[in-house]
């Protein structure tokens, strides 16, 4: 089918048209390269902090080939699971909270790293049921959740996360030389290389500002000592995805600040698809457009479960697509057939992540602390799509005072069941419940939550990094 005359559409390539296989490679590639760090870097962040050192190299190659399947799910929609789009499927970064606490739970009991990837990967396999049922519901569920409590829980992810950002700057925790001025150098060099090549009115620079961050970041590092390369472990020529490799454990008090990330996530994925149909030149209301969305959800959830299955972090929908999508007026699904190839080609090989793990902490950080932040301003633009009335304040106001209260002082829940400690002591969790709960017992006018709504819809936003 020919293209689509860019004279009458923006779209060089509409959604059913089929690129030939090198604009297509090219345009893949391009995707690939705007969401490869995104991808990797929960992996490395868990891993680091979990102690999970020694299984990195395979963990990032199942994240790369799930996101591939993932992908690939999306673009072909086979059996009406996908949204039929370009739906670049990568590694969650709203999960990270939820799943170290979980991972911390059996590592306090003594467990051992296998042990702590099983109960890990057993809550995410379970939570991805939560998606996959949601994804019937979406249309009630847009009413319970609303933006004002999406954007609540968005910011309070990306204000936890930069305190894991900050200290891989200082050197990574349990460092000795934690807060070393070479460090705080280190990542304050890679946070200044990203912020200077956003500012550039080039495109593609802006796209690749945190991976030519990291390789700056690198080179320093390597010229003042701080990398010191290691000779590469002996790995196999291909890493093959093996089910449940590490085992499959379950516990309820690690479960429930994970189905809850995922009831988040879900939303996240409603807004990211609505600003895809824009761009693809879609309908964002009607019959199609609701089956759009429930076969885009439904899509994310499998894709969870595979990752769990499969030893990955759970998957969402990224939203660095969309801006490649307007960026380069491609938006036929058929190129998401070739990112979803390349991820899974480019995850076969286990050695990318032995190298990746290379990477210095403070240089990690750096670039985190970006992306961290980025994640947090996208919380605050959600809540700036709504009206700030009395009422919506109140809620921020208390939401963010009981989640950002219980994270600073850990101590707070010690004398409660354990079930209600593990559920409450993220601020995430606790700062959530609270803005449903407030959401739900404090009435709202009605013209409020549909101008809310449509807001968020005709801007596009989608907060992933």
């Not at 345009?27 to 979990?50: D, K, W, Y």
């Not at 002996?234 to 009831?263: H, N, Q």
């Not at 009607?286 to 885009?296: A, C, E, H, T, V």
Request: proline share 7%.
């Amino acid at each position: 089918m020919p293209p689509e005359s860019p004279s009458s559409n923006d779209l060089i390539y509409g959604l059913n048209d089929r690129p030939k296989p090198l604009p297509a490679i090219l345009a893949a590639l391009q995707h690939v390269l705007a969401s490869f760090v995104g991808i990797i870097t929960p992996p490395l962040i868990i891993g680091s902090a979990l102690g999970l050192t020694a299984h990195l190299p395979y963990l990032i190659s199942m994240a790369l080939m799930v996101s591939g399947v993932g992908t690939f799910i999306q673009a072909r929609r086979p059996f009406g699971i996908g949204a039929g789009m370009i739906c670049l499927q990568g590694t969650s970064f709203a999960f990270l909270g939820a799943v170290l606490s979980a991972g911390f739970i059996v590592k306090t009991r003594g467990g051992s790293p296998e042990d702590i990837m099983a109960m890990i990967f057993g809550v995410c396999f379970f939570g991805a049921l939560v998606q996959i049922v949601l994804s019937r519901f979406i249309g009630q569920l847009r009413r319970v959740i609303t933006p004002l409590v999406t954007g609540i829980v968005i910011t309070l992810i990306g204000i936890s996360l930069i305190k894991v950002g900050i200290t891989d700057l200082g050197g990574g925790f349990g460092a000795p030389d934690f807060g070393a001025p070479g460090n705080l150098g280190l990542g304050a060099f890679v946070l200044f290389v990203i912020i200077l090549l956003n500012r550039s009115n080039t495109p593609w620079i802006r796209l690749s500002a945190i991976i030519i961050g990291l390789i700056a970041g690198c080179i320093a590092a390597w010229f003042s000592g701080k990398l010191v390369p290691q000779a590469l472990p002996d790995l196999p020529l291909v890493s093959l995805p093996i089910p449940f490799k590490f085992g499959f454990s379950f516990d309820w008090t690690a479960f429930l600040p994970v189905a809850l990330i995922y009831l988040i996530s879900t939303i996240e994925t409603v807004g990211d698809l609505t600003a895809n149909c824009m761009l693809s030149k879609q309908p964002i209301t009607g019959p199609s457009y609701i089956n759009r969305l429930k076969g885009g959800v439904l899509g994310d959830g499998i894709s969870c479960m595979l990752a769990a299955t499969f030893s990955a972090f759970p998957n969402t929908t990224f939203a660095q697509n969309n801006g490649v999508i307007q960026l380069t007026g491609v938006a036929s699904r058929y190129v998401g057939l070739y990112i979803g190839a390349i991820l899974f080609l480019l995850g076969l090989v286990p050695v990318i992540g032995a190298v990746l793990q290379q990477i210095p902490k403070p240089v990690l950080g750096g670039a985190t602390l970006v992306m961290f932040g980025s994640v947090a301003a996208a919380g605050v633009r959600i809540l700036a799509q709504g009206p700030l009335d009395r009422r919506n304040m109140l809620i921020i106001a208390t939401s963010f005072g009981v989640g950002l209260g219980v994270a600073s002082q850990p101590n707070l829940l010690h004398l409660l069941p354990k079930l209600a400690q593990n559920l409450f002591d993220s601020a995430i969790t606790s700062g959530g419940i609270t803005a449903l709960v407030m959401c739900l017992l404090l009435p709202e006018p009605k013209n409020s939550s549909q101008t809310t709504e449509l807001a968020l819809e005709n801007d596009g936003l989608k907060t992933r990094v």
